[in-house]
């Protein structure tokens, strides 16, 4: 298992410099069946592959539900924080150029971070936009569960 590293600690002007780099893994968290719950509640969706543990047990490949690819990516901010931390007077979620879902989060597993800063672009108000490639990794898999890139502004 890869050893956690420690989130980079970088004002918002410093962000260039770092373009290239590639930080994590983020600490584990587990994504378990009580997590799924709420998400489905929260949502609205219900789809059996991610409620039902009984049929999931019968029909589901590893026996077990499968989280929300939307609860996979909305654990992005929580993961990145835990890579890398950005000093900042304000900030805004600026989107996502693209996201795939890649593979399964079965519930009970336990999912991590790698995100490699891609890109530090000017924005009006002395903000500067950064664009990430996030991995999130599930432990004992080789590929990704998912693959974003999503967007940041930050003022100094």
């Known amino acids: ?16 410099k770092h373009v290239g780099e590639t930080l994590g893994p983020s600490p584990w968290i587990t994504v378990d ?32 539900t499968i989280a929300h690819g939307y ?8 993961l990145m924080r835990s890579v890398v931390e950005v000093r900042f007077r304000q900030a805004l979620n600026y989107g996502s150029n693209k996201v795939r879902y890649t593979g ?8 991590c971070l790698y995100q490699t800063l891609k890109a530090v672009d000017p924005e009006k108000n002395n903000g500067f936009r950064l664009t990430s490639e996030c991995k ?21």
Do not use: N
């Not at 298992?1 to 989130?7: I, N």
């Not at 609860?71 to 929580?78: E, G, H, M, N, Q």
């Not at 999130?136 to 100094?156: K, S």
């Open 1 to 16: 298992m890869t050893a956690v590293s420690l989130p980079l600690v970088v004002a918002v002007a410093e962000l260039p």
């Open 33 to 64: 069946q009580a997590m799924i719950d709420k998400f489905a509640e929260a949502t609205g969706d219900h789809q059996w592959i991610h409620v039902d543990p009984a049929r999931a047990a019968r029909e589901l490949p590893g026996g077990k």
């Open 71 to 78: 609860l996979t990516l909305s654990l992005l901010p929580r």
């Open 104 to 111: 399964m989060v079965p519930s009970g597993s336990r999912i």
């Open 136 to 156: 999130i990794m599930v432990e004992g898999t080789e590929r990704p569960a998912l693959i974003a890139e999503v967007m940041a502004i930050f003022y100094p």
